[in-house]
């Protein structure tokens, strides 16, 4: 027999009729229907009408940012953050196993409960967190009510749920390394420092980018948690570009959110894809 | 002095672990036991009288609507993992074992679904035409659609570290193309396959933004988009929302509790290559 009949292209049957049909092909039309005014009984072609759209009202453009400032920070801080916690947790400590586990579980959570627990944490009256602070002596505020705070307090959020898959990845990431290169640093005299910065960081380095890549695209979908934390508010200070494609799907504006669909490609075309070639090639470099 | 140098380094992790990660799931369970006005205090402490009965009205509410939609959420993960492990494990065999211009094309496709979100209208659009919108099998196989890219990678990759010898030594046997998959290939892929069971299972439990879009109604619910309407109606009943989010949350912990090492591993396996 050979390779054709063997490797029959009608295995791949199930999985691409399934994955064409529900996934490719309404990504590919949703090209169309961002350029029309559309009801799911009819379309009327308007150009680049919902993009302006999007750019020209506040409510809606300030969503690209608040989307970019989520990604980022999130992103961003639980690559730092993450990188300690598997530090410490691969010393010889002894009760790594059940830090570990505790580390792990909110992983498992859904985000939804999530949200609302620490809703009820940040609560500004009543809140744990609030009559904490006040023990220690310092003012709490309305965390999520507050503009100024109500995004980067669902950011710290997503990183106390997001934070655990990080750990697991760097863990396996640090354990990898070949013991022989620290033992032949630490017979040179190296440091804990050296060894650090000379051995861990970059034989990490694939750990490293698999923990941006994936938390910067999480990021940028991000839905669950603002949506049962804050619901886009206060005003829109929370709203992401997956909230608004969601309001404007309950609002009856087809076409807008579809609009809000493909902005997201482009921010990922634009950050993702690069980002994961210029890290791939500082991997080999 | 070294061993000093550790005992602090536990005592100060677990301190910080207990306070971050613990006392929010602490809370829960506490708050989940009081009554209704004890509980909308908020407070973190044991409840003046424990309230189990709580956990029963979750059940009880809305004319048991928490069982139902457990149900459902149970039928929709069960239903998509079963054909993500039959479908996505034979087409990453193939993908990996056979090399040309449409298989590259077929692994660009798979591997940008990765990165690239749903299209949500459009996507209502396409089940709309398929009369599969606000259906239980439409759910289940939109669940399969998004969860294919990382099942593929998962199975090509392992499909990657067995040796091609047994194949063929079966093909000479005489095996057909279908018996040589089902009776040789996939038992050999049995450790990937339960990675890719609890990675998919955990995830399509946990979705609330799917569900909201694709199966909205009281009549098919899921368990996360119970517990969010829960949220609305009892907001001032924390006691409620918290019995509903430790009952949701409980599938999770037996799983946990029973396959912690393979959970791990598995979330590893689903975001390294990713």
């Known amino acids: 027999m050979k390779k054709r009949t063997v490797y029959s292209y009608w295995f791949l049957a199930p999985m691409l009729v399934i994955y064409v049909t529900l996934f490719i092909i309404p990504i590919a039309i949703s090209f169309f229907f961002s350029l029309t005014n559309w009801t799911f009984e009819g379309w009327s072609f308007c150009g680049i009408e919902n993009f302006r759209t999007f750019f020209t009202e506040p409510a809606l453009y300030s969503s690209i940012g608040n989307t970019f400032i989520y990604a980022f920070l999130t992103s961003s801080l639980k690559v730092v953050l993450a990188f300690l916690i598997a530090l410490f947790l691969t010393s010889a400590i002894k009760t790594k196993t059940f830090l570990r586990s505790a580390v792990f579980f909110p992983n498992l959570v859904s985000m939804i409960a999530v949200g609302l627990t620490f809703k ?32 980067f307090a669902v950011v710290g959020v997503d990183v106390w749920k997001g934070l655990s898959i990080a750990v697991v990845i760097f863990i396996a990431g640090i354990k990898s390394i070949d013991t022989a290169y620290l033992e032949a640093a630490r017979i040179d005299g190296a440091g804990s420092w050296q060894i650090l910065k000379y051995i861990t960081l970059p034989l990490c380095r694939p750990a490293v980018n698999s923990v941006i890549l994936l938390s910067l695209i999480g990021g940028l979908k991000s839905f669950d948690l603002i949506w049962s934390m804050t619901g886009g508010g206060p005003g829109y200070a929370t709203d992401v570009i997956a909230s608004v494609i969601y309001k404007q799907y309950a609002a009856g504006y087809y076409g807008l959110s579809t609009a809000g669909n493909v902005l997201m490609y482009l921010m990922i075309a634009i950050i993702a894809f690069p980002l994961q070639k210029f890290l791939l090639k500082a991997e080999e470099g | 002095m070294k061993k000093k140098r550790y005992l602090i380094g536990d005592i100060a992790g677990l301190l910080v672990v207990f306070v971050v990660f613990i006392i929010p799931f602490v809370f829960i369970v506490l708050n989940s036991l009081k009554d209704t006005r004890e509980a909308n205090l908020l407070k973190f402490s044991l409840p003046e009288t424990f309230h189990f009965e709580n956990y029963i009205e979750v059940f009880t509410a809305n004319d048991g609507l928490f069982l139902k939609s457990f149900k459902n959420s149970m039928i929709i993960t069960v239903g998509s993992v079963v054909i993500l492990v039959l479908a996505c494990s034979m087409a990453g065999y193939v993908i990996q074992r056979r090399k040309g211009r449409f298989m590259t094309f077929v692994n660009f496709l798979v591997m940008s679904g990765l990165m690239i979100p749903v299209a949500i209208l459009p996507t209502i ?150």
């Open chain 2, 125 to 274: 659009w396409v089940m709309q035409k398929l009369h599969l919108y606000k259906t239980l099998p439409g759910m289940i196989l939109l669940e399969a659609a998004f969860h294919t890219p990382l099942s593929i990678m998962l199975y090509r990759g392992f499909m990657a570290n067995i040796p091609v010898e047994l194949e063929e030594a079966a093909r000479i046997d005489g095996c057909s193309p279908l018996g040589l998959y089902a009776k040789i290939v996939f038992p050999l892929l049995k450790p990937i396959t339960s990675t890719v069971i609890i990675l998919n299972a955990v995830t399509v439990f946990n979705d609330f933004m799917n569900p909201l879009y694709f199966l909205p109604g009281s009549e098919n619910s899921t368990i996360q988009l119970t517990l969010y309407t829960f949220m609305g109606q009892f907001s001032n009943s924390y006691n409620m929302v918290f019995a509903d989010v430790v009952l949701i949350t409980l599938p999770m912990l037996v799983l946990f509790l029973f396959f912690n090492q393979k959970i791990v591993d598995g979330m590893v396996a689903g975001s390294v290559k990713g």
């Open chain 1, 120 to 151: 009820a944490i940040l609560n500004p009256t009543k809140g744990i967190l609030n009559q904490c602070l006040a023990w220690l002596g310092m003012e709490g505020r309305d965390w999520l009510g507050d503009v100024s705070t109500a995004l």
